[in-house]
């Protein structure tokens, strides 16, 4: 500061007590400098001061140290609570193809999750530890079980289950094919294929694809993610299936699977490519009696398998891409590939049934004793999403989707209480619904639009928020079979109005 831009009250100050020099020079660099006009008249001259050396820190403010790891820890979580309203008033009070919104016109109180967890520091540079607890109670339980966990407990639409539970480390072991070191969760987690969410409030909508509904939820092994590059991510892993625990009777077949991929992060972050596949042995061990008397109605058993399962493989494949194009508008596209080797079995010979019985009976031959051989079930599909960032209140969302079941082996209906952990223990289901005969197929088209309306609500304790999600959707099957219901039996389409209420929390 030049003394020529004094004020007159500074000066003054200054020359009443030269025993005071360092205090009012500590002052004098408080005033700020454009607040003096620059033709004001010099002070009188005072007593040089003496030099006070002040030390000087060159470079970088001082960073803060980051928290303690206690500090990141959190425990929260969400109630979610809705209704789908089905148009055509089905018969059995069941939306075809719907899993979370399967309950047609009556309130369904989807779940309470609770979640802790301390996440791994992504910027971390040294061992990092974390672990995650998760635990949902709600209707939505019936279908987020762990074989052997917990899956016959409540006999009710409404159960309670562990949806994740494990341990995280960063290993900053860094090389040329992991520049960013290695991330490695033990336990059980959620899968990576697709973009919907088991979490609920973190999806765009409140019904899910076919994609999501009849792929993998759950797994229980071992994922290691390898950052080899800034852009690139690989993902390897081991599981014991689909939807399984450890041992009987949480394995339902004893077998390991495969879990990984790839991710890409392109555009400084805007463009995220993420490739991950699951592969392994599904299907149940279980046999008996039953299967004879259902194999004809319900052609996807054990018996109808006419496999080894613990070496027919089931094959879930994603695609996944999401662009963010503005700052608002976001893009995703989701691929699906499923298939599975064994079910759905045909002669030896390749011919129908009829037609062998009919030779046998005109040359006493016996082809139609002939072991079976499965000729497998596969699906595809893509589910394109696009979302909208209105204002801090409104985001619109769509989606359409194309699912084609070319077996009616994967889309299925479970309105029992225990229907879906019966299928996948290979117990008797005889309430099971499926599209159809599994020698044919079902090609289905869903159209879903949206909107999420966050509201501001009045500071309270514990609730974080409010999200709404009210949307429309129809879902038609395009090649004219008829999967869905009506008031009188099957119909070939599905009109809905669904909406949910979600009440997110945080208790830490």
Known sequence: MKWTYLSTVAAIALAASTSGVAHAQSKLLDVDPTLIEENQAAPAPAAKPVKKKVAITKGPAPVAPPPAWIDTLTVDGYIEGGVAFNFGQPFNKLNFGHLYTDRANWPTFNGAVLTAQRPLDPNATGYDFGFKVQVGVGEDMRYNHYLGELDYVIPSRTQIAPIEAHALAHLPWVSPISEGGIDVKVGQFATYNGTELIYAKDNLFYSHSYIFNFGPFFHTGVMVTTHAKPWLDIYTGVTTGVNTSIGWPGDNNASASFHGGFGLNLLDGALTVMGIVHHGPENPKQTGDWLTQTATFWPNTAL???????????????????????????????????????????????????????????????????????????????????????????????????????????????????????????????????????????????????????????????????????????????NGATPFFGPNGRKSTQGMFNMDVIIPFSLL
């Open 304 to 478: 109808g398998c006419a496999c080894n399962p613990n070496t027919a493989n089931r094959t879930y494949v994603n695609l996944t891409t999401t662009w963010k194009a503005t700052e608002n508008l976001t893009l995703i596209t989701d691929m699906a590939y499923n298939r599975e080797s064994g079910w759905n079995t045909i002669s030896q010979t390749g011919l129908p049934a009829q037609t062998l019985a009919d030779i046998d009976a005109a040359f006493g031959t016996n082809f139609a004793g002939y072991p079976l051989k499965p000729q497998g079930a596969d699906a595809y599909a893509v589910a394109q999403y696009a979302s909208y960032q209105v204002n801090n209140l409104f985001k619109v969302n769509g989606r359409i989707e194309y699912y084609r079941d070319n077996k009616n082996f994967f889309v299925a209906g479970f309105p029992g209480y225990f229907d879906a952990v019966n299928l996948a223990h290979g117990f008797a289901c005889p309430s099971c619904i499926f599209a159809g005969p599994g020698n044919v197929g079902t090609s289905y088209l869903a159209l879903t639009a949206g909107v999420t309306i966050t509201p501001e609500i009045p500071k309270l304790p514990i609730i974080t928020g409010l999200i709404l999600r009210p949307e429309f959707r129809w879902d038609t099957a395009v």
